[in-house]
């Protein structure tokens, strides 16, 4: 049995080798500056943060450290959203409560000295997110640890930072909610069959069409995101072809991470309940 | 700056990450039952047994541990002769002496325990070796664990074993001539441009086109060993196409094997001598 901290990268890993995977880097598709090999890199990077996450040290110091290491390619951001996902539930499931309500108490007890930690992973790398709402401009996770005065002023835990853009981030969304999509999208691995590369694939197209992408509205704007949902719908209904749109949302640089991170997410669960390699 | 075992691992992924690799797995190329999936986990089980060889622990033992946590995956003996050439590499690159004299000093302090790990490592995995002469027939091997009586009796070292089979094993070979052709591909690594995976490639190349791979000898003739060196001469001259020889050699199951190793060799040490990702 591979340990939780293990499955952790292997998720990140099967998450990129997925293939097709609609504008997401993959096997076969790469944008000029952010290639194949540096999520390979980013992966490698992360191990030593994922150890911590499953060990009994503070969890926002763990998701630090897995960014650091994550970060040390030139790619940039590869895995920052899979890893902010996976950090909870690796410590979720190396103390034994890998459900909803396991990684929902995981979240209520991260700290003021979380969040700051988690601020401080932002100067590692760059992570394109939207402009926060004016009263919470010292909050603006962009500012990195010049925001840890702000936060530790404020007394907010990590927990209570994520609920704060849960209606405008789909990861942080599944952080206030106990991870209903990333738990749904593993029992939909587990009931697939055939080789792990492919049903990632098919698990990406089917979170994709869930609703629209956070990455992609963030970058992309909204009407932007709403098309992805309609033709990643007509793709799982048979009237498009997963490899046309994803050359098409390549070209235009349309890149659904928050999906991809849920895809990791849900590899990392169903690892954990058995899917096997 | 990464560590020696982030390096092994990042050696393993981007060693078959590498396309196209005429006869190996590659991004886009896969048997039935041997995946790139396989490749992944074989490169996160094998992270543990990695550190042991970056740590002051006996070799030996590091590399059995490293192929126990490879072979935790369904598809079978993935990484066994790059990890038996990553092992003494990153000790001596964890030592600081990663070039041929130091790397010849790891294998010199190589016991009699040492061989017998790696003849439990052989427990763990079918790995595709040839007939031993007959007068070394109780130190073959494919015994696994039920050669180490012998081996005891002999007091062999695992320096003493690899040098038995140097001349039929690619890999044996490399650990008894201080590692030449690793060292030469990582020179030719460094000296190429372009994206890490197109270089791995192409190093792949020129090291298929050097000799006839010891594991294409073993499984599929010294004449189809031979067919292959040919060809990968054509494709370097300019004479034949990359991608038809991988389809060609993926199609009738030629797997250059001992290339792909000494590939991965060669990539770990051209990231520690700086190859950047």
Redesign the interface.
């Known amino acids: 049995m591979?340990e939780a901290a293990?499955n952790g990268?292997?998720a990140l890993?099967?998450e990129v080798?997925g293939t097709p995977k609609p504008g997401n880097v993959d096997?076969?598709r790469?944008y000029p500056d952010l290639?194949?090999?540096?999520f390979?890199?980013g992966?490698?990077?992360a191990?030593p943060g994922l150890e911590r996450a499953a060990g009994d040290g503070p969890l926002g110091e763990a998701f630090e450290r897995a960014i650091g290491g994550m970060s040390?390619?030139?790619g940039g951001n590869t895995q920052f959203g899979a890893l902010l996902l996976l950090a909870p539930l690796v410590r979720a499931a190396a103390t034994d409560r890998l459900d909803p309500e396991g990684a929902t108490s995981v979240v209520a007890e991260t700290t003021v000295a979380g969040a700051c930690a988690f601020y401080r992973a932002f100067d590692h790398v760059d992570v394109a997110v939207g402009e926060p709402p004016a009263d919470l401009a010292d909050l603006d996770v962009r500012l990195g640890s010049d925001a840890l005065e702000a936060v530790r002023d404020r007394g907010v835990t990590l927990a209570e930072v994520m609920a704060l853009s849960a209606d405008v981030d789909g990861v942080a969304a599944e952080w206030t909610t106990g991870f209903p999509r990333s738990f749904e999208a593993a029992e939909r691995l587990l009931s697939d069959d055939g080789?792990?590369?492919r049903r990632v694939s098919r698990c990406f197209l089917r979170v994709l069409a869930e609703e629209p992408d956070t990455f992609v509205v963030t970058r992309n704007g909204r009407e932007v995101a709403e098309e992805v949902v309609r033709r990643a719908r007509a793709v799982l209904d048979g009237d498009a072809d997963a490899v046309a749109l994803a050359d098409d949302l390549v070209d235009r640089g349309v890149n659904p991470g928050t999906s991809a991170d849920i895809t990791a997410a849900a590899v990392f669960v169903a690892l954990e309940r058995g899917l096997?390699?």
């Open positions: 591979r293990a990268q292997l890993l099967l080798a096997r076969r790469e290639r194949f090999e540096h390979l890199a992966a490698v990077g191990r040390a390619q030139s080789p792990v590369s096997e390699v």
